[in-house]
């Protein structure tokens, strides 16, 4: 089946408008792909009918299903652990025995809120701390609300932890424990539009999200995270991402971990 190049522009126009994700002409087989999902399953014939049927659907359903299927949700428990090692070392002796609202925006499945969720528990009273995991796509906010993983993306956490938090749910797939969820609220929220959300906040881990936006949009969301942040209150980023020197309101502490002045 042939993208056009005047299709994959329609498709990319939309997605930037709708949540800054940048398609660059790089990204054009993995649109193809990923889109030819959606035809399959509606019973199309091709991608102009796809994008008619697109403007028709005046519910915005298919759209949210476009959304959904061109988001890459890749994420893992303890992903780039150093961060939880600073977490651990760094972070909790501040926080604890204070109110504090901790944000995992772009979540994806929640692997990162549920980490974070451990890490807490293990070290400092959990009581006092809420976390916010918050995605674009409705298919990864639902398995996090699930909490339920195959068993392979337990590999890398150490049997203690998974004896403590992770219970069988069957041959091949645990559930996070209740008390680790009751910790966390997930919700769908698109960051690139307004935020329904009381801060302020002590703690904000968006990571290996900014990668998929361009350079104005990265900025524009940093400028967004530093006002709901707390004076003192921390971004990680992902291992690949950064905030520019020029930005003199957050100081980096540590790789990917900024705190603002
Ligand atoms: C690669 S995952 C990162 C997950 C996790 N933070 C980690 O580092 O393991 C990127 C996530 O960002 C989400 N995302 C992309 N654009 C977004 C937007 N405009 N608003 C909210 N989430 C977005 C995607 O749906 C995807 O689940």
């Keep these: 089946m042939n993208l056009k190049p005047a299709e994959f522009k329609k498709i990319q126009t939309k ?3 709708y949540c800054g994700i940048n398609l660059h002409e790089g990204k054009q087989a993995l649109v193809r ?3 030819m999902k959606r035809i399959r399953k509606l019973g199309l014939q091709n991608f102009a009918h796809y994008l008619d049927y697109l403007e028709r659907d005046s519910s915005g359903e298919e759209f949210l299903a476009l959304v959904d299927v061109l988001t890459t949700n890749k994420t893992s428990f303890f992903r780039e652990n150093q961060h939880f090692k600073f977490i651990r070392d760094n972070v909790l002796p ?3 025995g204070r109110q504090v609202k901790w944000w995992s925006a772009g979540c994806s499945t929640g692997e990162e809120a549920v980490s974070c969720s451990i890490i807490i528990r293990e070290n400092i009273n959990p009581k006092s701390v809420k ?3 918050t995605d674009i796509s409705r298919d990864v906010i639902k398995t996090a609300k699930r909490g339920v993983y195959p068993a392979k993306s337990v590999d890398g956490v150490s049997p203690k932890l998974i004896s403590k938090y992770f219970r069988k749910a069957s041959e091949d797939q645990y559930q996070i424990a209740e008390n680790i ?3 966390i609220t ?3 929220l698109n960051l690139k539009k307004k935020w329904p959300l009381n801060g302020p906040f002590q703690v904000i881990m968006c990571r290996n999200v900014m990668i998929y936006f361009n350079r104005e949009t990265q900025q524009e969301l940093v400028a967004r995270f530093r006002e709901i942040l707390e004076p003192g209150g921390y971004l990680f980023l992902g291992h690949s991402e950064s905030i520019a020197s020029a930005d003199r309101s957050f100081e980096n502490i540590s790789p990917a971990v900024y705190r603002k002045k």
């Design 15 to 17: 997605i930037y408008d």
């Design 33 to 35: 792909s990923r889109v």
């Design 94 to 96: 501040q926080i604890n």
């Design 131 to 133: 976390l916010l995991g």
């Design 181 to 183: 969820r009751k910790m």
């Design 186 to 188: 997930y919700g769908r």
